[in-house]
């Protein structure tokens, strides 16, 4: 059990980026990379839960780890982001079937499990599969903070969007990964 309230949600970065559109979010990677790996070490370092949510791409043969030994083996587009940001044997893994983090998984009863309160929300995309857990977070009377600068989307206007509509409706405060550095 996490003496910590908190948990790091890490949303689809185990990811192939094997897809149509997926220019904007190849040129975020790096700075994706380099900003969430050293976040993800930090709650590491402090024994605070990295929980990763992560599609199963319609593969329901499959489990988190052929998801990761994918990503990292193969010469995939998502392999420099699959390898940077590979979990470890501490973190938790849930795979899920739409985008939400919640819907059809068992994340709420794991993060009841170990007591968690408040979530800080990394991924891919911030207006899509990270706003979807965001919101089913927030129902669920989680306190929600967004990662601003672990989070990419297609374009740096969809994730301004994203960010701005999670903080007007869901009152998540935005940070960034220094900024939770100084709060958990």
């Known amino acids: 059990m996490s003496q910590s309230q908190s948990a790091l949600l890490m949303i689809d970065v185990i990811n192939h980026l094997e897809f149509d559109g997926n220019e904007g979010l190849l040129r975020a990677v790096p700075n994706l990379i380099k900003n969430l790996k050293p976040l993800s070490e930090f709650f590491r370092f402090k024994n605070i839960p990295v929980i990763y949510l992560n599609d199963n791409f319609n593969n329901w043969h499959s489990d988190f780890a052929e998801l990761v030994e994918y990503c990292t083996s193969k010469n ?13 044997k501490d973190d938790y893994f849930i795979l899920k079937p739409m985008h939400s983090g919640f819907y059809g998984t068992p994340l709420h009863i794991l993060l009841q499990r170990l007591a968690i ?3 800080f929300l990394t991924g891919i995309a911030a207006d899509i599969c990270v706003q979807y857990t965001a919101n089913d977070a927030y129902m669920r009377n989680y306190k929600v903070n967004i990662v601003s600068d672990c989070v990419i989307a297609n374009t740096l206007e969809d994730t301004k969007y994203a960010l701005d509509k999670m903080k007007r409706l869901l009152k998540a405060p935005i940070l960034t990964a220094d900024e939770v550095k100084s709060v958990v």
Do not use: H, Q, S
Request: hydrophobic letters at 30%; aromatic letters at 0%; glycine letters at 6%.
């Open 117 to 119: 309160k408040n979530l």
């Open 76 to 88: 995939v587009n998502g392999k420099e982001l699959a390898e940077n940001l590979r979990p470890t």
